[in-house]
């Protein structure tokens, strides 16, 4: 994978928007006859000072993103977005759907959630899959570990021993609670995270390998054609943008997919000045978590 990236900027935060951060002081300045702060209170101003520089200079991102801290929610442990909704959850699990800048909370505790044409579907702990239908999650019969409902209305996901399946627009737009009729089809080989999109679906096995395959409604394929580079995750947005972060918590965008060309030209990075976990990409946005709790979006 290639490197490169020009035109960085600093994420900025107003004043409340650090407070929020940073929360109640941790210590007061405690009188003395010198008036000096004693050097907890020093270390902590360190400690304080070191925050802001990383939040203002340290979360940015390169060729030309515009990047703004989501101050409203914290701790996301995975976020997906398309067809203009965003889901997340976050490390106690807890389901989120953004509405305008409010994120509502969902019933239920989810540790990973996908949206797209195919509804909105989570996993939970206990690894048993769910679909939201009418305010609430009803369970399926299977289990999965990591879903995802990018594809032309149909679902992928994978099992706990990276068995990765799918189920057709038919099932997944008529599954509406236990006595709903699934035709569920497993797939080749073996992924650890799969997303799909209009020209494909992309994942990733347990040693980053990258795979692409071409997937219809109905689930026929053609089987998983080998990718270079190493990805840790992977996301297809409803465009078929294709966006990824390694092991190592850098962010890639795959140049050049079009309908005639779905594997693209190479692999760009997406320079980020921190670890990150999770990205997903709607609309021109790029929603980023890194691995300390922060959330960004950022415009192109």
């Given at each position: 994978?290639?490197?490169?990236?020009?035109g960085?900027?600093?994420?900025?935060?107003?004043?409340?928007?650090?407070?929020?951060?940073?929360?109640?002081?941790i210590?007061?300045?405690?009188?003395?006859s010198?008036?000096?702060?004693p050097?907890?209170?020093?270390?902590d101003?360190?400690?304080a000072?070191?925050?802001?520089?990383?939040?203002?200079?340290?979360?940015?991102?390169?060729?030309?993103?515009?990047?703004?801290?989501?101050?409203?929610i914290?701790?996301?442990?995975?976020i997906?977005?398309?067809?203009?909704?965003?889901?997340?959850?976050?490390?106690?699990?807890?389901?989120?759907?953004?509405?305008?800048d409010?994120?509502?909370?969902?019933?239920?505790?989810l540790?990973?959630?996908?949206?797209?044409?195919?509804?909105?579907?989570?996993?939970?702990?206990?690894n048993?899959m769910?679909?939201y239908?009418?305010g609430?999650?009803?369970?399926?019969?299977?289990?999965a570990?990591?879903?995802?409902a990018g594809g032309?209305?149909?679902?992928?996901?994978?099992?706990?021993?990276?068995?990765?399946?799918?189920?057709?627009?038919?099932?997944?737009?008529?599954?509406m609670?236990?006595d709903?009729?699934?035709?569920?089809?497993?797939?080749?080989?073996?992924?650890?995270y799969?997303s799909c999109?209009?020209?494909?679906?992309?994942?990733?096995?347990?040693n980053?390998?990258?795979?692409?395959?071409?997937?219809n409604?109905?689930?026929?394929?053609n089987?998983?054609s080998?990718i270079?580079?190493?990805l840790?995750?992977?996301?297809?947005?409803?465009?078929?943008?294709?966006?990824?972060?390694n092991?190592?918590?850098?962010?890639?965008t795959?140049d050049?997919?079009?309908?005639s060309?779905?594997?693209?030209?190479g692999?760009?990075?997406?320079?980020m000045?921190?670890?990150?976990?999770?990205v997903t990409y709607?609309?021109?946005?790029?929603?980023?978590?890194?691995?300390?709790?922060?959330?960004?979006?950022?415009?192109?």
């Open positions: 994978m290639r490197g490169g990236g020009k960085i900027k600093c994420v900025t935060l107003s004043l409340v928007q650090f407070k929020h951060y940073m929360g109640p002081p210590t007061t300045l405690s009188n003395s010198t008036n000096m702060p050097a907890k209170y020093s270390r101003i360190m400690r000072t070191a925050a802001v520089l990383l939040v203002l200079c340290l979360l940015t991102i390169g060729h030309a993103w515009d990047c703004q801290i989501v101050v409203d914290k701790n996301l442990m995975q997906d977005a398309g067809l203009g909704q965003v889901v997340a959850t976050d490390t106690s699990q807890i389901p989120y759907y953004l509405v305008g409010e994120w509502v909370r969902l019933p239920g505790s540790r990973h959630i996908t949206v797209g044409p195919a509804g909105i579907w989570g996993v939970n702990n206990g048993l769910f679909k239908v009418a609430n999650w009803v369970q399926m019969a299977t289990g570990k990591q879903l995802d032309a209305v149909f679902l992928v996901g994978d099992n706990i021993d990276d068995t990765p399946w799918c189920l057709s627009r038919s099932a997944s737009l008529g599954f609670g236990p709903s009729p699934l035709r569920g089809i497993m797939l080749p080989g073996a992924v650890k799969s999109g209009p020209f494909g679906c992309w994942a990733v096995n347990k980053d390998d990258i795979y692409l395959m071409s997937l409604q109905d689930c026929q394929n089987g998983w080998h270079d580079g190493k840790s995750m992977i996301e297809v947005a409803t465009d078929g943008s294709v966006f990824g972060v092991s190592a918590g850098q962010v890639y795959r050049g997919i079009t309908a060309k779905p594997d693209g030209t692999w760009r990075i997406v320079p000045y921190m670890p990150i976990k999770h709607d609309l021109g946005r790029l929603w980023v978590v890194s691995n300390s709790g922060f959330t960004m979006v950022c415009t192109h």
